[in-house]
């Protein structure tokens, strides 16, 4: 009777060896690794299964092994791959799929910004042709304070950020608009418990936008993603319903740049 074929045993050793990779990188955070038994126990295979996989992931550095306890860590390697991956992200270009894709979903203006304190420039905008097309442009700057996208990203930046804006100015361009810091602060955190931040009528008089954050490597936020429209078409009841979506959204791009998200889209009541 014939063995299985070359390419199905090498096809299940690679399968076997980034298991390996997924189990230590699962398992990082505790500091200590993981040894070889409990890498043979987890995986299901025997110790010399294990040792077999992970000496060539130790030749590429994708692993190391602690010389006196034995354990597994990611190894110089893992770094050296993750950063390559970073360095050909383009925010734009990763955006793009769910900017087109939530732009189908709710028949409104979608736009991508980056935070350059203390205002956020539009990097993107994917327009719905069919609606009124919004005054943004590419390439233009807002103040943070009174957008729902400078609002979504300052919810989850530093206090200093904060304080920036704030010393920048908070004049009013709208009835609607924020302009004490004291209350600024109360919206910030409204907007951390539920995933996403407001525009109502505060940047423009017709105007209401829902936003969220995208967080990139390291969990650092530096950008967000909104819908926009008339307050006719968005209304008071819409934007609970479009809040957890765009939330949504917002993960999956922070996902695609190796951030992750510390909140989860709240429900259409969160306040």
Not at 65 to 79: K, M, N, P, Q, S
Request: glycine share 8%; aromatic share 2%; net charge positive.
């Amino acid at each position: 009777m014939n063995g299985p074929a070359p390419g199905r045993n090498q096809s299940l050793s690679l399968r076997r060896a980034l298991a390996v990779l997924d189990r230590v990188r699962d398992h990082g955070g505790t500091g200590h690794g993981l040894t070889l038994t409990r890498l043979a126990e987890d995986l299901g295979v025997s110790k010399s299964t294990v040792l077999r996989l992970t000496t060539p992931l130790i030749e590429a550095r994708l692993l190391e092994r602690d010389r006196r306890t034995g354990a597994y860590r990611l190894g110089h390697g893992a770094l050296v791959l993750g950063q390559a991956y970073l360095a050909t992200l383009d925010l734009r270009t990763v955006a793009a799929e769910e900017s087109h894709r939530l732009m189908t979903e709710v028949r409104e203006t979608v736009h991508l910004v980056v935070y350059d304190p203390p205002d956020v420039v539009y990097l993107d905008k994917v327009e719905n042709t069919a609606t009124v097309r919004m005054a943004s442009r590419v390439g233009s700057r807002t103040p943070a304070y009174r957008t729902a996208v400078g609002k979504a990203i300052l919810a989850w930046r530093p206090e200093d950020d904060l304080r920036e804006v704030v010393a920048a100015g908070m004049p009013a361009v709208t009835r609607h608009t924020i302009t004490d810091a004291a209350r600024l602060r109360v919206e910030l955190a409204r907007i951390r418990r539920r995933g996403y931040a407001v525009d109502d009528r505060e940047n423009e008089p017709e105007v209401r936008c829902v936003a969220a954050p995208i967080f990139g490597h390291g969990d650092v936020v530096g950008a967000a993603i909104s819908v926009s429209g008339l307050s006719s078409r968005i209304t008071a009841a819409r934007v609970r319903h479009l809040g957890p979506l765009v939330a949504e959204a917002a993960s999956r791009v922070s996902r695609k740049l190796g951030g992750e998200p510390p909140v989860r889209p709240a429900g259409p009541h969160a306040r």
